[in-house]
């Protein structure tokens, strides 16, 4: 499909989301819809892509980044006077124009649409589909079978309103056609607007070809324009996710409780209990245990990992290494092979090396930790004076004892003890044992002397 220019309509408020978020910002699971629609669109090879903004425009386009162009609609006026925004886009070649309130669209589609286009040689292709509930849809109106017309619901009368082939949003253009057809769209109908859905009318009265192409699976032009429409495209966005997984070896126990992000990658044999979100560029290896209850964002998981009840963001856990329950793993944490991460510890930003157990009730954050390290409960990176943050760096084979603080900037070299109850603020040799705690004194026969 090379030279595959796409429009995308993003400038509406959204009204009927009822929300201060512009409506194409709201998430389909981890994503926001006008991203769907901009990956399936590159997906399907689109070379070119103009996103339409308008209603709190700077908001929109610095969610969506730089990989694409933006044309600005500073007034709604409809659909049609949206596509005009994009000016000397429309050139020449073909004109895909979709929604960015259809995340569900998939690449496939696109292409076979294109491919019919081209191949029936005509001026626009729109696709509609069959809806149960038509209500909100515009109408295809045919006659002889052919392409009449569309008609908003708005301005539809009783027996077009019965029509239940309706208008997806999802059309390709001939860019001259478009051009000639923009030059006499009007905004005489009920709602006062530029309606790109007229343009269909005016190609086929100026002598064009308008084709249908009639799609089998209706869910994937879920138009969303209320909250409950959103929860009904993250139903189905699920739902497809699920299955592409299950059916690739992997274990979901409960696929209703279980959230996987479109861009996650998981390998089979890998088992996610009930309960776990799997968010943003997440990958997780084979024969991993994922759950329950687990939150887990833009991490790397390798194979053999076990993570139970517990929240890691941007992180990466190696072979077989165990985490939770009840831990955090914040950004930048690093866990090598075979380590053991136990209840409420959390890392951050810090190198954990093979073997090490950070067990339990404890802070790590900026460290660099070696081998077979053992933590004792409760201890303390004191990495943050107030102004500013230092490393703490532990050797390999080093033994913490349950409640050190150790004040960063500090070195605990290969081998050494610190006893339980230490503050830690120098350096602690190689094979030593620092203790930095006040010596036990017992006053013997203290009771009965104090009369109590
Ligand atoms: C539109 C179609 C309808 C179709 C339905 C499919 C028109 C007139 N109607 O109706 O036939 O069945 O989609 O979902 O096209 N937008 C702008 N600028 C505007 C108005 C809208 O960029 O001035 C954008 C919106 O942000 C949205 C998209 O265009 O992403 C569709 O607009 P919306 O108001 O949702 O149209 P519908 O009433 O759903
Ligand atoms: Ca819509």
Same mark, same amino acid.
């Given at each position: 499909?090379?030279?595959?220019?796409?429009?995308?309509?993003?400038?509406?408020?959204?009204?009927?989301?009822?929300?201060?978020?512009?409506?194409?910002?709201?998430?389909?699971?981890?994503?926001?819809?006008?991203?769907?629609?901009?990956?399936?669109?590159?997906?399907?090879?689109?070379?070119?892509?103009?996103?339409?903004?308008?209603?709190?425009?700077?908001?929109?386009?610095?969610?969506?980044?730089?990989?694409?162009?933006?044309?600005?609609?500073?007034?709604?006026?409809?659909?049609?006077?949206?596509?005009?925004?994009?000016?000397?886009?429309?050139?020449?070649?073909?004109?895909?124009?979709?929604?960015?309130?259809?995340?569900?669209?998939?690449?496939?589609?696109?292409?076979?649409?294109?491919?019919?286009?081209?191949?029936?040689?005509?001026?626009?292709?729109?696709?509609?589909?069959?809806?149960?509930?038509?209500?909100?849809?515009?109408?295809?109106?045919?006659?002889?079978?052919?392409?009449?017309?569309?008609?908003?619901?708005?301005?539809?009368?009783?027996?077009?309103?019965?029509?239940?082939?309706?208008?997806?949003?999802?059309?390709?253009?001939?860019?001259?056609?478009?051009?000639?057809?923009?030059?006499?769209?009007?905004?005489?109908?009920?709602?006062?607007?530029?309606?790109?859905?007229?343009?269909?009318?005016?190609?086929?009265?100026?002598?064009?070809?308008?084709?249908?192409?009639?799609?089998?699976?209706?869910?994937?032009?879920?138009?969303?324009?209320?909250?409950?429409?959103?929860?009904?495209?993250?139903?189905?966005?699920?739902?497809?996710?699920?299955?592409?997984?299950?059916?690739?070896?992997?274990?979901?126990?409960?696929?209703?409780?279980?959230?996987?992000?479109?861009?996650?990658?998981?390998?089979?044999?890998?088992?996610?209990?009930?309960?776990?979100?799997?968010?943003?560029?997440?990958? %997780? /290896?084979?024969?991993?245990? $994922? *759950?329950?209850?687990?939150? =887990?964002?833009? +991490?790397? #998981?390798?194979? @053999?990992?076990? &993570?139970?009840?517990?929240?890691?963001?941007?992180?990466?856990?190696?072979?077989?290494?165990?985490?939770?329950?009840?831990?955090?793993?914040?950004?930048?944490?690093? %866990? /090598?092979?075979?380590?053991? $991460? *136990?209840?409420?510890?959390? =890392?951050?930003? +810090?190198? #954990?090396?093979? @073997?090490?157990? &950070?067990?339990?009730?404890?802070?790590?954050?900026?460290?660099?930790?070696?081998?077979?390290?053992?933590?004792?409960?409760?201890?303390?990176?004191?990495?943050?004076?107030?102004?500013?943050?230092?490393?703490?760096?532990?050797?390999?084979?080093?033994?913490?004892?349950?409640?050190?603080?150790?004040?960063?900037?500090?070195?605990?070299?290969?081998?050494?003890?610190?006893?339980?109850?230490?503050?830690?603020?120098?350096?602690?040799?190689?094979?030593?044992?620092?203790?930095?705690?006040?010596?036990?004194?017992?006053?013997?026969?203290?009771?009965?002397?104090?009369?109590?």
């Amino acid at each position: 499909m090379s030279g595959l220019k796409v429009v995308i309509l993003a400038a509406g408020q959204g009204t009927r989301m009822k929300s201060k978020v512009p409506k194409v910002l709201h998430k389909v699971l981890d994503k926001t819809m006008v991203d769907y629609v901009i990956d399936a669109s590159v997906e399907a090879g689109a070379e070119d892509i103009c996103v339409i903004v308008g209603h709190q425009s700077a908001m929109v386009k610095a969610m969506i980044g730089t990989r694409v162009k933006f044309a600005l609609q500073k007034e709604q006026l409809g659909t049609g006077h949206a596509v005009m925004q994009a000016g000397d886009f429309i050139s020449d070649g073909n004109i895909l124009v979709l929604c960015g309130d259809t995340p569900l669209i998939r690449p496939e589609t696109i292409k076979e649409l294109s491919d019919m286009h081209n191949s029936g040689g005509s001026d626009v292709t729109v696709v509609s589909m069959k809806a149960d509930d038509p209500t909100g849809y515009g109408r295809i109106v045919r006659e002889n079978n052919a392409f009449a017309k569309i008609v908003e619901q708005k301005d539809a009368d009783e027996e077009q309103k019965k029509i239940n082939e309706v208008n997806t949003g999802v059309y390709i253009f001939k860019a001259d056609a478009l051009k000639a057809a923009f030059e006499k769209l009007s905004n005489n109908n009920s709602q006062g607007e530029y309606y790109l859905t007229d343009t269909l009318e005016i190609i086929k009265n100026n002598g064009g070809k308008v084709d249908i192409m009639a799609a089998e699976d209706a869910d994937e032009f879920l138009g969303v324009n209320s909250k409950l429409q959103l929860s009904q495209a993250t139903d189905i966005m699920k739902k497809r996710i699920n299955e592409y997984h299950m059916l690739n070896g992997v274990t979901i126990m409960d696929p209703e409780n279980t959230y996987i992000g479109i861009d996650v990658k998981i390998e089979p044999d890998t088992i996610i209990y009930p309960g776990c979100m799997l968010e943003g560029k997440t990958e %997780i /290896g084979t024969d991993c245990i $994922i *759950g329950p209850n687990c939150r =887990i964002q833009s +991490s790397i #998981i390798h194979n @053999g990992v076990t &993570v139970q009840s517990s929240f890691l963001i941007q992180a990466e856990v190696d072979n077989y290494s165990t985490v939770g329950p009840f831990a955090y793993l914040r950004p930048n944490s690093k %866990i /090598g092979e075979h380590v053991r $991460i *136990g209840d409420f510890v959390e =890392i951050k930003n +810090s190198n #954990i090396d093979d @073997g090490t157990k &950070v067990s339990h009730l404890t802070y790590v954050g900026d460290s660099d930790v070696g081998k077979c390290v053992n933590f004792g409960c409760g201890t303390v990176t004191v990495n943050y004076d107030g102004k500013n943050k230092f490393r703490c760096k532990i050797g390999n084979n080093v033994f913490i004892g349950c409640n050190s603080n150790l004040v960063a900037p500090v070195e605990i070299e290969d081998n050494a003890y610190t006893a339980a109850g230490s503050t830690i603020t120098k350096n602690v040799p190689e094979g030593s044992l620092a203790i930095a705690r006040s010596r036990q004194d017992n006053k013997e026969g203290w009771r009965n002397r104090s009369g109590k």
